[in-house]
Each structure stands twice: as C-alpha cells, then as structure tokens.
C-alpha cells in the first residue's frame, strides 16, 4: 500500500524564496496534518485539514505560511518569504474517516528536510 | 493543555535484552495512546496502539501498557535487535480531538 508521499524529500534554497512542500495524503484518508520538526520544539502540528477544509490553522507561525488542500488526494504548504529560522523537516501525515467517537491512527510521510540559507 | 513526559530521553541495551520506555500524562479525558518509532531520515512510523477501555496490547516483540488511574503508559520492546535502534515517540489523544500532544522522544541504541 502506498504511504503519504510528500516531496520535494530535500530542499535548499536562499532566504527571500518561496518554497511550496507537497504531500499526497493515503486514499480514502480524510484528514490531512502538516507538522513541523526541529530539535528545539520537536514536533509542531501546524495545520489540520478535514475533508479538504482548514479546521485549525492556529500552529501557522507567521502569515508568510499558508496551506492549500484543492482537493481529496493532494495538498501544498507554502512559505513566502523563507527565512533561516524556518529550517526544519515538515511531515504530512494523514488519517482515516472517524468510527464512532474512536481515534484514527495519523500516518506520517517521510517529511521534506528544508534548509533555507 | 495536556503534557505529555516521556522518560529516558536515551536508552542503551544490549541485543537480546529487554527495553522500557514510560510516559506519564496530565490529561484524564486522553483516550487514545499511539506509539511511533522514527528511524534516521524517515517520518514517524506508528508501531503500536492503545486505547483507554484496554489495559495491556502486545503485538509479537512490542507491548503496550496502560494505566489510566496513575495516568501512565508504557512502551515494552523484548528481544531487542539492531534494528529497533530508533527515536521512539509516546502521543496521547482526547475523545473527538485530533490533536495528538507528542513527548520529547526516547533515542534508544541497541548494541550488538
């Protein structure tokens, strides 16, 4: 079965440039996660997507993050400007529909190392 | 908010022995106990699960056990091999949320 697919896997780029991370969420999953991963503040929950729409963006950090999910299997994270504070690992994760009250398991992609010089 | 601690922060066994990682949660209303394990380069993978009406979960070399009184979990991995050498991630969850508060991780090293 395929996994969350996030890409670029690596990216570099000068501070000032926009970068835009990707990430195909499992089919037939509905909620859609994007984290943030650094050694200081481990892993941050940025954004949550349900059934395509924004439900929490209260762990975007600055308005130069925004986070677009056009439609059920793709979604974008955008940052423009980059700085060098923004250097991390971003993960996508992605979980299925809800039974009953009971949690879904969230699955993580293999993140996208950004470094931004 | 919830706090999720999650002790040792590292681990070293050798092959063959058993590993024990704890996590202690603040949070009476969290119900849902995943655990993750996060290899070098790769995303969190999750490896086990528990929910709050189960009290032990075992699943060949890994349990999982809870206890919600004294609002503590722990991660049991037995037999231990190279390859569970990895940063593992305790999470809890509330009823309904799908907020998943994670502790610090524990790096455990397994040597041969």
């Known amino acids: 079965d395929a996994g969350v697919i996030q890409s670029p896997r690596h990216e570099v780029t000068e501070m000032g440039q926009e970068v835009t991370l990707r990430c195909k969420p499992i089919?037939?999953?509905?909620?859609l996660f994007w984290y943030r991963q650094t050694m200081m503040r481990g892993l941050e929950l940025l954004i949550y997507?349900?059934?395509?729409?924004?439900?929490?963006d209260s762990g975007m950090p600055e308005d130069r993050f925004s986070a677009k999910m056009p439609n059920a299997s793709f979604s974008t994270l955008k940052i423009q400007p980059s700085e060098p504070r923004d250097s991390a690992v971003y993960f996508c994760?992605?979980?299925?529909?809800?039974?009953?009250?009971?949690?879904?398991?969230?699955?993580f992609g293999d993140g996208t190392r950004l470094s931004i010089l | 908010g919830e706090n999720v601690e999650q002790h040792p922060s590292t681990l070293s066994v050798q092959e063959g022995d058993s590993a024990v990682i704890k996590c202690t949660y603040s949070d009476s209303a969290s119900n849902y106990f995943p655990w993750y394990k996060q290899e070098l380069g790769k995303g969190p993978q999750l490896i086990i699960d528990?929910?709050?009406?189960?009290g032990e979960k075992k699943d060949q070399r890994i349990a999982v056990t809870l206890n919600k009184t004294a609002k503590h979990f722990s991660l049991h991995i037995t037999e231990t091999q190279p390859e569970d050498s990895a940063v593992y991630f305790c999470a809890t969850q509330g009823a309904g949320s799908y907020q998943l508060t994670f502790g610090k991780g524990t790096k455990l090293s397994v040597i041969p």
């Open positions: 528990i929910r709050s009406n189960v």
């Open positions: 994760a992605s979980s299925p529909p809800r039974v009953g009250r009971d949690n879904q398991p969230q699955h």
């Open positions: 997507f349900n059934n395509n729409v924004p439900i929490d």
């Open positions: 089919s037939g999953h509905n909620s």
